[in-house]
Nanobody
Framework: QVRLVESGGGLVQAGEALRLSCTASVPTDSAYAMGWFRQAPGKERAFVATISYVGGITSYADSVKGRFTISRDNAKNTVYLQMNSLKPEDTAVYYC??????????????????????WGQGTRVTVSS
């Protein structure tokens, strides 16, 4: 059973930064693409950023390009989301997700959200104006 635990959310002012972390408990012989999604109040869950299992290939939503950076440390089974220049519209619950991949998809950075196999419980980010 894979378990994802997010941390790092909080309340910040517009223009400030936060770093989210997601640590996955996964079998040692498995490979996962990872990603971050968010759900704002009254809205559906939306893609934020994803990263391939190897190669560090990334994909970002247009709304966060240039401000957010996703990275991962496979030795620690951890994925990060560095969020700079935060805006009030970034306010949401941020979810970490993992999708099991095989050799042919090790370098694929992004999959449809319904293909991710595991989800964390979410961490809340609130950006005040």
């Amino acid at each position: 059973q894979v378990r994802l635990v997010e941390s790092g959310g909080g309340l910040v002012q517009a223009g400030e930064a936060l770093r989210l972390s997601c640590t996955a408990s996964v079998p040692t012989d498995s490979a996962y693409a990872m990603g971050w999604f968010r759900q704002a109040p009254g809205k559906e869950r939306a893609f934020v950023a994803t990263i391939s299992y190897v190669g560090g290939i990334t994909s970002y939503a247009d709304s966060v390009k240039g401000r957010f950076t996703i990275s991962r440390d496979n030795a620690k089974n951890t994925v990060y989301l560095q969020m700079n220049s935060l805006k009030p519209e970034d306010t949401a619950v941020y979810y970490c997700a993992a999708k099991k991949v095989s050799g042919s998809t090790w370098f694929t950075p992004r999959f449809p959200s319904d293909q991710y196999d595991y989800w964390g419980q979410g961490t809340r980010v609130t950006v005040s104006s």
